[in-house]
């Protein structure tokens, strides 16, 4: 997703302190008709009218196609690696290098959410994170954030949740080029950002370039080939600086398992440590479980845990607590599934379509949510809470 004008409503937020299944076909017709797009201002790309996601700002003219295809071998089913296991160890029981495989529960899932501030600074976001747990009655697990390309990061909003015991899914996004990343341009600037998550001192999730298969954004990606090439020189410098405490999320849309793009994208098991989706209903009469199978079953063949990176259902708010309510269950039934993060928002989308996220707009909604806070499914266990 991409940032969004705020609804006044939604300014309110952060000062808050109190307060099936479908055929195909049906699913397909009903997420085509709905763009969506994520939270964030200049994270860049505007969101194609028949991808089943949530967002987009930015100059990239929807619908544009290209880019190669990516070399044999690295897609769609992984198959079996030597990578860390949903456990968070690799299948002969040994961790992986470094401190991100503590991140991986080895029972239960995160349940967090990225929460839209009144304004885009560390202090708004955090006070936004605050109000909507004081809301809801209880601590959210996970947070999520989204930083531009240029938007240096980890900033102090960063640290205050990884310092608070929050799992931090940080999102590095914009529309960098991908050839001048494999060519060595952003060198510098990735660099720093290695090393100013390596001087956090814990370990993070992070994402690079979210939704990258979305054909608005193949001016900037290039196709899979060029992500992959890009993606794999950004983590060969983090490696570089040895900044070892990041779990490697890829999270391209839901929506483009069940058109069969999103699978070309990715890097590979050896590159990728958490694999994720950001996967919207187009109504609340379609279960996340619906909209989520081709995701899931792709994932089933990687053994890595599963991130669900943004969810969230247009419609009526009066359905959202039963949505919610079948969502959560949804990590009960699918144990590789290891954390959740609502999108709470409202905004318009850059081709002026709004869009109503944010659980403020339904008192039972935030009940709800809070309610599944307290289900021991999203009670993970980890190595720091065993």
Known sequence: MSHRKRRSRRQRAAMLTGAAAVTLIVVGLAVASFPRSGPRAGLGGTQSASDNHPLGSGSASAGASGGSQAPGGRYPSPGASSDPAPGGTTPGGAHPAGTAWQLVPSAGAYLGAYVEPSAYTPAATIAAVQSFQQTVGAPITL??????????????ADRYFVDSGKVLLLTWSGTPDTRKIIAGDYDG???????????LGHPILMEFRHE????????????PKNFIAAWDHIRAIFSEVGADNVGWVWCPTGWGFRTGRAQAFYPGNSEVDWVCADIYSA???????????????????TGKPI????????????????????????ASTDKQIRGMAYFDANGTDSQ???????LGDSGTALRTFGEMLSWPIFHPITSSSR
């Open 212 to 223: 990258m298969d979305r054909p608005n954004l193949q001016w900037a990606v290039h196709g």
């Open 143 to 156: 947070v999520h954030t989204y930083h531009p390309w240029d938007s240096p990061f980890p900033n102090s």
């Open 352 to 358: 002026g379509r709004s869009f109503q996220y944010w």
């Open 189 to 199: 600037e990735i660099r720093a950002r290695a090393e100013a998550v390596k001087r």
């Open 283 to 301: 109504t609340t009469s379609i279960p996340l479980q619906v909209a989520a199978e081709p995701f899931l079953r792709w994932a089933k063949g």
């Open 307 to 330: 991130m669900i990176g943004e969810f969230a259902a247009s419609g009526s708010s009066s359905g959202w607590p039963n949505w919610l309510l079948a969502a959560g269950e949804l």
